[in-house]
């Protein structure tokens, strides 16, 4: 790169570090390091937790599934639109998450469930997470020596040092610069600042893609795709075998039933300032998401039409023959399958470096390593909190110091970057890293969803239902992915060298499908070196399993109703006050305004924004459904790919960059704004308690114990002049004075 794209790569670095490294001085308590003080506002929440989310792995998986499968299968997500709007509306799962007022997921399962119940699942999140984890040093280092194209080795001092060992060393140093000292507090910073910078990254980067291309371009490479793999038809996908309908048609389910289960933002999840703002930074979240998709699906749709339109032949040849020569005469086949993989991942920023110009190719790399650090040290911060947490802290009958518990966190947070470090540099993945996700993050998602879900909303649910979904969903989960992991190189092998009729069953009844299943296809041509049940399937019959499981047992095993309000901290429960409560409003009658998800808590600017959302998630879905009707009527329609490719580049492209301009402008001004809300509140010297750290007593949160036992030694009379009143508070202040 030249000296002008390092210098947009390093100053920015630097103003990123230094907010790190003043943050730190705020943390004062476990809660800082764990939640920030739950002292967030919406649009921090939203841009922070948005650029946590959205690391430098999950930008190159998405190029990766764009390059392959293009938008075509996105069409059919847009079924889970107005489910994905109505679930963010209306606060499902993370609305009652923050009522809890807990750290982590496993803390809510021992308020739920039981304390051994806690150290099981925090233990089951901690394994997969560590191991879903261990692969991010590993794309971020490849991405920097691939774009930058550096050598695979280097010498210091006559010594030669391992270029992609080094590079994952330095940035989990800088990411434990950041997280070890200011935990949670300072990712929620630095995470805002470095979503703040992608906004402007992703828009100039957009800009220069869509002027060095032309229309007709596009056009015409699209019309080249080969029969069944159309980037735009969804009519004509049936030779997509991993990211297809039903791919996504799994992914929606996942939606409702995978809500907050995974924990690798965990530390967003109880950081707004209370329940209302934690809600309203997850609508706005979902209203930014779209600006991520269309921005990389320009930059993907870019590199297809340059590395296969003609006008571009010789460039792409050139690029052709860089990408092929990473695959050595001498590797072995597993050696060849890695590096294959590592290709895929890579081809798309590989090219865009060939593409932009000087400046913004330092701009996209900066982009990308903002990325790669707010993720890294999101997840740090999650994983090794959660063992602390979760694994460590209920075997303790006393409470540790604020001093040693942060001192342990902050141990068990080098241990995971340490082992992320090793795995990374040692471990080859040999399959597409959202199926890498799906199958690592199933081993504990199979049964958390329901331990989640049903802990929130039904109170009959029990503690050995939760035990069961979770060992059984977990289970199936581990077996899913043992099996992907080593088919080519033990189990193939083996059964074929045992038993050969069984692959021959295999193969028929997948043969069977294909004939019969029309929104899908399973590869069987390569059967021998892939096996042809993707991971995300695996995790559908995994998760499904953990629901029945958790239903069943549930009702054989009830015996009594767990007390959801003094869990929420609702009704006599709700001592604070800050918010309003809402227990009551269970009981109204069905309204268009309880539908999108609008309470007595909304402030006007919160309705307007709410009911914007909600119709515009409807115009998005009303807008697909005439679409597929269209499609139904007409036939020709379905075998039209230009058609397609023109409703994309002339409707849905000019719609979603209005979205990504208006969504820049707004999300970094509010986010500004509420970075200084931030700085004022950790000023406050009395919002952190020492009992606020994570442990539990009797299904209650220490930190909230006495208040608890004060509220349940009211007699008859007294809860009920409390309930009786519009101001319970007072009623309640008298009553504690007495």
Known sequence: MHWIDWSITIIPLFVVLFAGWRVQRYITGVADFMTAGRIAHRYLIAVADGAAALGLISVINMFEQRYVSGYAYEFWANFAVLLGFILTL???????????????????????????????????????????????????????????????????????????????AFFLSIALFLVMRGGQLANMVTDCLQGIFAYIGYVGVAAALLFYFSGQQFLETMSMRPVQQSFFNPFDTGNLYDFNVLFVLFAIFGTVYGRMSWQGNQGYYSAGVNPHEQKMGAILGGWRASFNVIMVLIMSFSVYIYMNHPDFAEKAAVMQSEIANRINTGMSAAEIQVTRTLQTQMTVPMVLRQILPVGLTGLFFSMMMFLMISTDTTYLHSWGSIFVQDVILPFRKKAMTPKAHLTLLRLAILGVAIFAWIFSFYFGQVTYIMMFFSLTGAIYAGGAGSAIIGGLYWKKGTAAAAWAAMIVGGAMATGGFLITKFWASHIYPGIMGGNPEIIDGFITCLAWMNANIPIAQWDIANIETKFPITGQEMSFISSISGVI????????????????????????YNLEHKVADISGGEKSKWSLSKFAGISAEYSLKDKIIAWFIFYWAFYIFGIFVVQLALALIFPSLRSNEMFWAKWWLYYTLPQSLLVAVITTIWFSLGSIFDLRKLFIALNDPNRNRASDDGRVVGHVNADDLEKTVFVESLNTEEIEAVEDTEDEGKVLDKLKKK
């Not at 739920?112 to 984890?133: C, D, E, H, P």
């Open 549 to 572: 499981t958790y239903i069943i047992v549930s009702i054989l095993t009830c015996r009594e109703d767990f007390n959801l309000e003094r869990m929420l901290h609702r009704g006599i």
């Open 90 to 168: 209306t606060g499902f799962v993370n609305y009652r998450y923050r009522e809890t007022r807990v750290m982590t997921m496993a803390q809510f399962f021992e308020l739920r469930y039981s304390k051994s119940f806690r150290i099981f699942s925090g233990f089951m999140a901690f394994i997969a997470g560590v191991i879903n984890y261990a692969i991010f040093p590993a794309v971020g280092g490849r991405f920097i020596i691939y774009y930058c194209q550096l050598p695979d080795y280097f010498t210091v001092f006559g010594v030669q040092v391992n270029m992609f060992g080094f590079l994952m």
